[in-house]
């Protein structure tokens, strides 16, 4: 299989560059040294610094762009995926990773594009193995160790981080200070792994929906009682891996009796907000014979993320 990226005319496989006798040598030896390893995928900490190689190959793609992101990281820049063929099938034959070619802001409106060609081209073969077809080195760019906590590919909030957040948020601690304490904690902003933003908006999503003592409860009563009196009452309760409540659909009967009438046309509304936990309060919206607004449902929604879309829309 042969794979050209618009922008390159050369086939795949191909080395880049100009190489000597000897430079070949070293990388006939290196790419027999990762052959020997290859299937199982253990890779020692010299392969990831010196990087894929053309003929390599890996046991699914997810294992490939670890090993890849990882050698950007070590090597100072940041990948992501640009583009993949499944051929009319479901399955994906090659992928392409390149540079992300992000870069951090020194002028105003500058393009955040410095067309840096380094990439990785993999095809997959009949063994249902993926094979590196091609590997461009090559930057134009100077690699940044320093500033790789800043780029998007390669930070995170570790799950350390996290407790310690919500911990001191819980305290009541203000997210400015809660910031700096984790910052002093690990000897610097440099050591969290992620940005001040990226722990803000930590701290703000894991405490939109922590209920105080007594909500979630005086929540379920409140429902219990409602389908005392009407037996048609329904309600559905979303909680995440430790119990937390997340998101909450109901609907009430003469809801249920409007929607078999009314439901050609139905809006799904996010608008509103609940101020005390700064939630969405979605609302299922028709129209009746008279151009009416009906309310057809109801749901409090921890995130407005897509998981939480088709969690509220299923049920």
Known sequence: IVHLDDDDEEADGEYHGEANDDEEKVLG???????????ENEFTEEDVVVGPISGMRFRDKDTLFAFYKEHARLRGFSVIKRNSNKKGGDTARYITYCRDRTRIRKIKFTTKSNNCKARLAAVLDDSGCWRVSKVVHNHNHELLQSVLRLMAGHRSVCDSLKRDLVAHD????RPSKNI????????????LGCTPKDCRNYILKSSNFEMQEGDTQSLLNF?????VKDREFFYSIDVDNIGRLRNVIWVHSHCKAAYEQFHDAICFDTTYLVNRYNMPCASFVGINHHRQSILLGCALMSHEDINSYKLVFRT
């Not at 819980?170 to 601690?173: A, Y």
């Not at 700096?180 to 050591?191: H, M, Y």
Request: aromatic share 4%.
């Open 180 to 191: 700096r304490l984790a910052e002093v904690q690990r000897g610097g902003p440099q050591n």
């Open 223 to 227: 429902f219990r009682e409602i389908q």
């Open 170 to 173: 819980r305290s009541g601690i």
């Open 29 to 39: 030896n290196e790419l027999e040294l990762c052959v020997d390893r290859e299937m």
